[in-house]
């Protein structure tokens, strides 16, 4: 299983910027998928994460004005960000968790896609 994230680059403050992120792979289930952030000197941090349900959860700072969704027929998921702020700037990385197909059973999985870069300038 594996992710392939896309969308990130350049964007002013109080611009908007979407993030798509693709699972593929002999995939069973997703429970969940979310996108993570790392800015400079700084530890990394769950941005927004949904549940197969469509239940979402948000880091308190982008509360407001980032909006994470997923299609759970395309094993994809997205997060439209909004009213960006320069302290958004980080590698975004998105990232599943659920069941693939291991030979007769079924085998877990967590797994991380490769980052992309948000810059927002201000």
């Known amino acids: 299983v594996q992710l392939q994230a896309s969308g990130g680059g350049l964007v002013q403050a109080g611009g908007s910027l979407t993030l798509s992120c693709a699972a593929s792979?002999?995939?069973?289930?997703?429970?969940?998928m979310g996108w993570t952030r790392q800015a400079p000197g700084k530890q990394r941090e769950v941005v927004a994460t949904?549940?197969?349900?469509?239940?979402?959860d948000y880091l308190d700072s982008v509360k407001g004005r980032f909006a994470i969704s997923r299609d759970n027929g395309k094993n994809t998921v997205t997060l439209q960000m909004n009213s960006v702020e320069p302290e958004d700037t980080g590698v975004y990385y998105c990232s599943a968790k659920g069941e693939y197909h291991d030979g007769p059973g079924l085998a877990d999985f967590h797994i991380w896609g490769q980052g992309t870069q948000v810059t927002v300038s201000s």
């Open positions: 792979g002999n995939i069973f289930s997703i429970s969940y």
């Open positions: 949904i549940a197969s349900g469509g239940s979402t």
